[in-house]
Nanobody
Framework: QVQLVESGGGLVQAGGSLRLSCAAS????????MGWFRQAPGKEREFVAT????????YYADSVKGRFTISRDNAKNTVYLQMNSLKPEDTGVYYC???????????????????WGQGTQVTVSS
């Protein structure tokens, strides 16, 4: 099991930027693909971005492509989500998640992730 702690959320105006961080502990971080998901009030959890265990491969939801960037620093056991040109519809609780198997591929499916952080709130005002 891996413990994940997100940070960096907050209130920002539309068009602004935020950088989320997710610090991992408990497993060899560099062996696991990671993902970011979000959930708005009254809506289902949705995929945002995922990154492979090596950091070379990434994949994004169409709604954030070109605005968000996922990256990881395996030496620091941390995955990041840089969010630019934020929109009110980006508002929600953002969660990072880790795949449960070593060297498993990236995934946009939330049920394929074994471990989750507690989430960090992002609010974008219009």
């Amino acid at each position: 099991q891996v413990q994940l702690v997100e940070s960096g959320g907050g209130l920002v105006q539309a068009g602004g930027s935020l950088r989320l961080s997710c610090a991992a502990s408990g497993r060899t971080f560099s062996r696991y693909a990671m993902g970011w998901f979000r959930q708005a009030p009254g809506k289902e959890r949705e995929f945002v971005a995922t990154i492979g265990w090596s950091g070379i491969s990434t994949y994004y939801a169409d709604s954030v492509k070109g605005r968000f960037t996922i990256s990881r620093d395996n030496a620091k056991n941390t995955v990041y989500l840089q969010m630019n040109s934020l929109k009110p519809e980006d508002t929600g609780v953002y969660y990072c998640a880790a795949r449960g198997q070593e060297y498993a591929s990236m995934s946009f499916k939330w049920h394929e992730y074994a471990d989750w952080g507690q989430g960090t709130q992002v609010t974008v005002s219009s």
